[in-house]
């Protein structure tokens, strides 16, 4: 094999479509010529995009056979995007969340209902105490 | 077999030709069978151009659209398939010289994954070098990048001629060009992919010793 067969055979060794003899024969060929060798590593440069299957480079970028969407399209044409879309809705999220906690923070009891029921009686006793009936007032004026 | 297999089957055995007259007739679900027998290729060759999987699919989409607008245009001696194909390669490289060439850009930083690929295709034997390029992004990030620094036509002609398998003839007259502007597009083409790789291997040289 020579430097002209050799590098006519370079997308068929890169695809390794070559039969293993005739590959062997071409590797050992690089392994004997420095120009070829260095024209392989050039070539091997630029080959993931002109060389390679499809269907390989499909599955290293985790592309899905599948049309996009009408929805997103027309959301594309208008010039919106899937990020300012997610960014609006975060914002949101955000918003209801703080609402939720500020809300909470206000009107949250004191005591658990379990709490509440147990020592239900004490707590008569105290607002009893810092909310005497009139009666006992009037005794209080009238003493 | 069911009768409504059957008829799947025949609609299936349907040639492009007869689908194209079906659309012409006013069949327009026709037009989106055609559609998704030619996507795929359509896109893959797309992304010989570009890496942007939403422009590569935008790109996809205008060529269909193309195709129905026009296809009142469309002549029965040329396959669909070669016609939808001229209409892909016209769209690209539309976006080709819509787009500013980056030369520059191209040995200014290689990010970390992209260095060891460069330290890879210089030092790992070449059986290697295949099986671990169809892993890495970075190779096709860096190759796009490489391939980005060339004029758009000797790009669009290396990709007709070296991915595709067309012969200069065929690239003459889907682009209406001569054969010898083809074969000069092809040869300058190589020699400026070589220039580059021999400045991206000086860079690479070059961040090493850094």
Avoid at chain 2, 22 to 44: P, Y
Avoid at chain 2, 175 to 180: D, I, K, L, N, V
Wanted: aromatic share 8%.
């Amino acid at each position: 094999m020579n430097c002209f067969q050799t590098r006519k055979e370079f997308p068929n060794f890169w695809r390794q479509r070559l039969e293993p003899a005739k590959a062997d024969t071409l590797a050992s060929h690089l392994e004997r010529c420095g120009l070829c060798e260095q024209a392989y590593r050039s070539f091997a440069l630029t080959a993931p995009v002109l060389y390679s299957d499809s269907d390989a480079v499909d599955a290293m970028l985790g592309i899905e056979d599948r049309p996009r969407p009408a929805r997103e399209r027309r959301r594309r044409a208008a010039g919106e995007t899937t990020e300012s879309r997610a960014t609006v809705w975060m914002a949101l999220s955000m918003l209801i969340a703080a609402s939720v906690i500020a809300y909470v923070a206000a009107t949250a009891p004191a005591q658990s209902l379990s709490d509440a029921l147990s020592n239900g009686q004490a707590s008569s006793a105290v607002s009893a105490v810092q909310n005497p009936p009139p009666s006992s007032f009037l005794d209080d004026f009238a003493g | 077999m069911t009768a409504a297999a059957k008829l799947e089957g025949a609609e299936a055995l349907r040639p492009d030709e007869s689908l194209v007259a079906d659309v012409r007739a006013g069949d327009t679900a026709a037009f989106a069978e055609l559609a998704n027998r030619h996507r795929r290729r359509i896109e893959h060759l797309c992304r010989r151009f570009f890496s942007d999987s939403e422009l590569v699919r935008d790109l996809t989409q205008e060529c269909f659209l193309r195709a129905f607008a026009g296809l009142a245009s469309y002549r029965a001696e040329m396959p669909f398939a070669a016609w939808i194909r001229t209409i892909a390669v016209n769209a690209c490289y539309d976006e080709l010289r819509r787009r500013r060439r980056k030369p520059e850009e191209l040995v200014a930083d290689f990010s970390g994954g992209e260095l060891e690929w460069v330290e890879l295709v210089n030092q790992a034997s070449p059986e290697e070098l295949a099986g671990n390029a169809e892993e890495r992004r970075e190779a096709y990030t860096l190759a796009h990048r490489l391939l980005n620094s060339l004029r758009p036509e000797d790009r669009l002609v290396l990709v007709l001629k070296d991915s595709e398998e067309m012969g200069v003839q065929e690239i003459a007259e889907t682009m209406g060009w001569s054969e010898a502007k083809v074969k000069i597009r092809a040869f300058r083409a190589r020699q400026a992919l070589r220039k580059q790789a021999n400045r991206m291997m000086g860079a690479r040289r070059f961040r090493m010793f850094k």
